[in-house]
């Protein structure tokens, strides 16, 4: 087996997030390959061709790219590869990376239909015209191979694909379980925790994804993995996964108690949640704090601490 620090390259890339930069990894192997792409900007363009060429590669030289999720600030470069055949990832990253209008136009329709039984005042409803402008940072592309749940990395078979989703429905993370290296994009990070992000269904008149009980799923599924060196998309490399997981499960669940307290006066709206939740934050991150919200009103629903009802149109959680 090949020593794990010569077949794997950590590569430090510039955003215009307030997340920072992003890591992307080179694996050397039987093919050149680009875990991640960062972001569409002429800086992290050239940092990029910078530190390959530290490394004593060029963008000519990679042959294949894969994804974690569909994210801008991790498909950003993709197209500017000139020599990559092949483009994995999960099947959900088609729509984002082959600009399938007909999904865009229903991600629309799925957030103004889940703001408005949420109770959401109209002055947020034109944030749904955004998910087009975020298209400039990313790469337009065919996705060339679908990754599921236990397939092999093409050209590098020590490493084995595991589905997590909740972050974004097309997550995936990677394990090389010879020594545990686990290549995580943003399901494990060790500074902050990750934000289930609501998505639409894939398949249109599909149920809608839950993603903070996925993204428990996700956690909760690796602690029965060897998991020793942790590879992120962001922040430091780290070694205590096992550590980390039930902590970040304890804290959603401190936060659903926060939750849950709220309904002692009555019924609530998500929005009204949202807004007690996060009174600092809920005008300038308004998806993220809505995303976490009604994750965490997914998760008192599902363990039976509240119950729904509608009322003109509008979703109503009550203490049970």
């Not at 950590?10 to 307030?18: D, V």
């Not at 589905?163 to 097309?170: L, V, W």
């Not at 992120?232 to 849950?260: S, T, Y």
Request: hydrophobic share 35%.
């Amino acid at each position: 087996m090949k020593i794990l620090k010569d077949t794997i390259k950590q590569l430090t890339l510039p955003t215009p997030y307030a997340v920072g930069d992003v890591h992307v990894y080179l694996l050397i192997g039987h093919r050149l390959t680009l875990v991640d792409a960062g972001v569409k900007t002429e800086d992290c363009w050239n940092v990029f061709v910078e530190q390959l060429k530290g490394l004593g590669y060029r963008p000519e030289d990679i042959d294949q790219v894969i994804l974690t999720h569909h994210h801008p600030d991790h498909t950003g470069l993709v197209e500017r590869l000139p020599n990559v055949d092949t483009i994995a990832g999960h099947v959900k990253l088609k729509p984002w990376l082959e600009r399938d209008e007909e999904y865009f136009d229903r991600y629309e329709s799925f957030f103004q239909n889940i703001y408005k039984e949420s109770g959401v005042p109209d002055r947020y409803l034109p944030l749904l015209k955004g998910i087009r402008k975020t298209l400039k940072w990313t790469s337009k592309g065919k996705l060339t191979h679908e990754l599921s749940e236990g397939d092999r990395l093409p050209g590098h078979e020590e490493w084995i694909t595991i589905e997590t989703p909740g972050h974004a429905q097309s997550h995936l993370s990677f394990l090389r379980e010879e020594d545990g290296a686990f290549i995580g994009g943003d399901h494990l990070l060790s500074h902050i925790s990750s934000n289930p992000l609501l998505e639409p269904p894939y398949q249109a008149g599909a149920p809608r994804p839950r993603p903070l009980l996925q993204y428990r799923h996700s956690m909760e599924k690796l602690l029965g993995r060897t998991i020793t060196t942790v590879y992120p998309g962001h922040g430091k490399i780290f070694n205590h996964a096992h550590m980390l997981i039930p902590d970040r499960l304890k804290k959603q669940e401190q936060r659903a108690n926060k939750v849950l307290a709220m309904f002692n006066e009555g019924a609530l709206r998500a929005y009204d949640v949202c807004k007690r939740l996060f009174p600092k934050h809920i005008e300038n991150q308004f998806g993220l704090t809505m995303s976490e919200t009604i994750g965490q009103l997914d998760y008192l629903e599902k363990i039976g601490e509240l119950t729904v009802s509608y009322e003109d149109g509008e979703k109503l959680y009550t203490i049970k």
